[in-house]
């Protein structure tokens, strides 16, 4: 790096350098934005950087967040994991953002480490950024013993997650072990236990496995199990999360869908009490469902008004009244946004 570089800047943190590299690029200075590149990519200025672990992880989000893969794996490659190199988070952070600028081979190293690692300290994205990186490998395994070695390296990536659960600081994320068994055992096309793993996580998991039973009502649903499409989609729908880790609407849809094709199994289509029911499923779906699905909402309105036609039972949605009612929410949404940013673009 130039010495005039090296002069002319100083970057006391790793959140410092993040909030240059965002701010740099956002006013197309592009020439300072290479300056603070060269600069974090010197060694002696790396030396400077500080940051705990969790300041390198959150840097790295950030980053990442505007699609600075590149920036994100230098940092922690080149300054996070020397000082942190016992961290799952950060070696997890590697394997994942590095397979978008990375070959796979690379990354290796980097999983190798993580392996030696007690998983007593192992977190959930030490755990799922791992099993990610491993699955990604699978198709480029070059004979059969190596692919039956690599699936025994996934298969103890789940099973560990499992067997570990009560070393987790944070034990809410505990359900991605039964998510990612499910993603592999499909993967090889033995659906059977891909389902069992689902049926085990939301056994196992009562109160916090919203995406099992989903996945697992989705499942259903396509094969035309309707009992079990409802009684999962309904789990689902009952888990209750602080940022909920599935989609709501689409949720509510599948439990609407399920409870009609029941209703009409049963010729009971007409029963005010079950299309109540109905209604009400496909009104919450309707409320929830996430902006940018405009065709499942007009899937809705049409099957709402068909099933008013046919039973002779009103509904009573008002769904101008909703969609009202949700710009408006986007509408003080963005406002809010643009506020906070503004008021820190004063600070």
């Known amino acids: 790096m130039p010495e005039q570089v090296l002069q002319s800047l ?99 190293p980097w999983y190798d480490q993580l392996a030696t690692i007690s998983k007593r300290f192992w977190t959930w994205r030490a755990y799922q950024f791992s099993f990610d990186y491993l699955m990604e490998t699978l198709p480029y395994t070059k004979s059969e013993d190596e692919l039956l070695a690599r699936e025994r390296e ?70 035309g199990n309707y009992i079990d499409a409802a009684k999962y989609a309904r789990i689902a729908v009952e888990v209750k999360e602080d940022q909920p880790s599935i989609n709501i609407g689409y949720t509510y849809y599948i439990l609407a869908m399920s409870l009609e094709q029941l209703a009409r199994k049963e010729n009971s289509i007409n029963a005010e009490s079950e299309v109540q029911s109905i209604y009400s499923a496909y009104y919450s779906a309707y409320q929830y469902m996430e902006h940018g699905r405009e065709h499942l909402k007009k899937s809705i309105r049409r099957q709402v008004m068909s099933l008013e036609f046919e039973s002779k039972i009103p509904s009573n949605i008002d769904f101008s009244r909703i969609d009202k009612e949700t710009d408006a929410e986007t509408v003080n949404s963005i406002n809010g946004l643009l506020k906070l940013l503004s008021d820190s673009d004063k600070e």
């Open 10 to 108: 100083y970057i006391p943190n790793v959140m410092e350098a993040t909030a240059l590299i965002r701010d740099c690029y956002n006013k197309k200075d592009y020439s300072l934005l290479n300056n603070v590149m060269e600069y974090i990519n010197d060694p002696k200025a790396q030396e400077s950087i500080a940051g705990t672990a969790d300041e390198f992880h959150n840097a790295s989000v950030r980053l990442v967040n505007d699609g600075f893969y590149e920036l994100a794996y230098n940092i922690l490659s080149n300054i996070g994991i020397k000082r942190n190199p016992c961290n799952t988070d950060l070696l997890g952070d590697l394997l994942t953002y590095g397979m978008r600028c990375r070959d796979l081979d690379a990354l290796r």
């Open 154 to 223: 996934i298969e103890s990536i789940f099973s560990s997650f499992k067997d570990n659960f009560r070393y987790l600081k944070d034990k809410s994320d505990r359900e991605k072990a039964y998510m990612m068994e499910y993603e592999f055992y499909a993967s090889k096309g033995e659906e059977k236990r891909a389902l069992e793993a689902l049926e085990n996580g939301v056994k196992e998991l009562p109160n916090k496995c919203a995406q099992c039973a989903l996945k697992y009502a989705d499942h259903q649903f396509e094969v």
